[in-house]
């Protein structure tokens, strides 16, 4: 990795904190083996973006005598850095974006990024949606909090798998700072899956009382356990 810019460090953290808990669910059994074909499909095409950024850095600010011809262009430092966006069968397809970086400052609640900071209170307790999945699973939800229990509770007993449903106040979540990206679906939509790494696994797109059904083969398919 090219020193300039700063991404080495970070990107190697990003490749562990993706990896570690895909290799733990799948020792456990948890997960089936095609869970960790996802970090390769995952990390590489934003690695090799992040070498780009960094190179395009150091022929612009390091050494002028480098040929400028093929540089990507610059992009900006916080989307590289938080803005990755993931694309594999651990990230649920419905209204994938073709782009490969989201903005974390606009909080797009776009499928396959990391979730935006909104605060949490549950029983007089605050904490934060970065903090919700906790080494596992969580389901925000702004709406229909006993139908997603039950059907968390489904999940648990079927795949061994805990989701904490997280409620989330509405009036807490800001308006994104401009509209979501092409194809990554409306900003927040009532309720989100997030994975162990923080990442937004699944966004429904039809009310609670419709969606909270599919949750199970949703889970199934993210862990590479379509066949249980």
Do not use: C
């Amino acid at each position: 990795m090219p020193p300039t810019g700063g991404f080495g460090g970070n990107t190697g953290v990003a490749d562990a904190y993706n990896l570690a808990w895909k290799l733990a669910f799948a020792t456990r059994g948890i997960a089936g083996p095609g869970l960790l074909d996802t970090y390769g499909a995952e990390r590489r095409p934003i690695s090799a973006l992040t070498v780009e950024q960094a190179y395009t850095r150091y022929a612009l600010r390091v050494d002028p005598s480098l040929p400028r011809d093929d540089l990507m262009p610059p992009l900006d430092d916080a989307a590289i850095e938080l803005g990755a966006i993931y694309r594999s069968s651990a990230v649920h397809p419905e209204h994938a974006p073709e782009q490969q970086l989201d903005d974390p400052h606009a909080r797009t609640w776009t499928v396959g990024a990391r979730v935006p900071h909104v605060p949490l209170t549950d029983n007089g307790s605050q904490s934060s949606t970065l903090d919700a999945a906790d080494g596992g699973f969580a389901l925000l939800a702004d709406h229909g909090h006993d139908v997603w229990r039950r059907a968390a509770g489904d999940v648990e007993e079927s795949l061994g798998v805990a989701v904490a449903v997280k409620p989330i106040d509405p009036g807490s979540l800001p308006e994104p700072a401009e509209p979501p990206a092409e194809n990554a679906g409306p900003g927040w939509t009532g309720a989100a899956l997030i994975r162990p790494d923080g990442v937004i696994a699944w966004k429904p797109q039809v009310p609670a009382a419709e969606a909270a059904g599919r949750l199970g083969a949703v889970m199934a398919g993210l862990l590479s356990r379509d066949g249980s």
